[in-house]
């Protein structure tokens, strides 16, 4: 990604990879010799920090460390749930769409990294403010659960964590991570199986992947 | 019976713990040493925050023999708090109002994690340069 955006000013990306195994994980991006750190986050901290509740999400940071666009799908759009639950293949119109809401969302990045405050695609405070949905009672007492859960299940007590793990899934039914993180832990692969399918098929009109309003509304 | 505690990020054992229903008791070098949070003639506080306890309810918080109670500390916080008493291991998270009032601050809340060569990055290493924090997964 960093060579695709050739940074005018320093641009650090920092992927962190959601996983309660997450060196497993890893091997994927071991495979892919990025240039750029990626952090494996077993425990689901930086979500709990930044409200992530799904992947991929992103977050722009100046140089500051001021946030300047919260917590969004990061180029991703809802054209998965029309493609074939056996194959996942998907037409190719469809992948098409996909692949412009991606370009779209680096040239933003790219704007960003060039112009910086100045770039059409960094929002006010206010916007930031009215974007973010602040963690309630429920959620965080989700991510107690969930951490709780996490731990017994990295030391071993896999039926022991089963219970936080799946409470912490009731408790915020909207973080899709704590749902596909607790089916993956079942059974390797079930995260993107029918129950997977069942739970997006279940959102009916209602998108899985909020549309991201790129440009600010003061530019 | 000594219990595992997680503090936020920070997991510690503590073998002077003694637990009853939502009530966890430990000494308070036990207290120090997980939390950091330390008892003091105005509270307990952490550095320049003390948190006063209550002056009737002082026996819920503190025994005679000078051993803390967490869990009560907690609700008096508001922090969410979940433990396995089979396994012995208690999470107290972050109250959901300081957790709300640090994300509309719009600083971003800096962390630590290992990359996948085990090296530890914080994002506060990466002051003056923009971040893309980009998050995904293997499943």
């Known amino acids: ?219 | 019976m000594p219990a595992t505690i997680i503090f936020g990020d920070k997991a510690s054992q503590a073998r002077s713990a003694s637990a009853q229903g939502d009530n966890l008791w430990l000494s308070l070098d036990d207290l120090r040493q997980a939390t950091g949070w330390v008892l003091k003639p105005e509270g307990v506080c952490q550095g320049d925050l003390c948190v006063p306890i209550p002056p009737r309810r002082r026996e819920e918080f503190v025994r005679p023999d000078n051993s803390f109670n967490l869990g009560a500390f907690a609700r008096l916080r508001e922090q969410p708090v979940v433990h396995d008493d089979a396994q012995a291991v208690w999470f107290f998270g972050e109250a959901p109002d300081a957790r709300r009032n640090g994300l509309l601050s719009l600083e971003a809340p800096d962390f630590t994690l290992p990359d996948i060569d085990g090296n530890a990055h914080s994002l506060s290493d990466y002051r003056g340069k923009k971040v893309l924090l980009l998050s995904w997964a293997s499943w």
């Open chain 1, 1 to 219: 990604m960093r060579d695709y955006i050739r940074p005018a000013q320093p641009l650090q990306i920092a992927p962190e990879i959601l996983d309660v195994m997450g060196w497993n994980a890893a091997e994927y991006e071991r495979a892919a010799a990025p240039t750029y750190p990626n952090l494996i986050d077993e425990q689901h901290i930086v979500a709990e920090l930044y409200n992530m509740n799904n992947v991929p999400m992103s977050v722009w940071i100046d140089e500051h460390g001021r946030i300047v666009r919260p917590a969004e799908p990061a180029g991703a759009s809802d054209g998965f749930r029309t493609m074939d639950r056996a194959t996942f293949k998907m037409a190719k119109e469809v992948a098409d769409q996909g692949r412009i809401a991606r370009k779209r969302y680096v040239d933003a990045l790219r704007d960003w990294v060039a112009k910086g405050a100045a770039s059409e695609y960094v929002l006010s405070p206010d916007e930031i403010r009215a974007r973010i949905q602040p963690p309630s009672d429920h959620d965080a007492m989700a991510t107690a659960n969930f951490r709780l859960g996490q731990w017994l299940f990295s030391h071993g007590h896999a039926d022991a964590a089963r219970p936080y793990l799946l409470k912490a899934r009731a408790l915020s039914p909207e973080c899709w991570h704590y749902f596909r993180q607790t089916l993956e832990l079942e059974e390797v692969g079930k995260a993107s199986g029918p129950d997977f399918f069942g739970a997006v098929d279940a959102l009916g009109s209602r998108p899985y992947y909020p549309p991201v309003e790129l440009k600010s509304a003061r530019k």
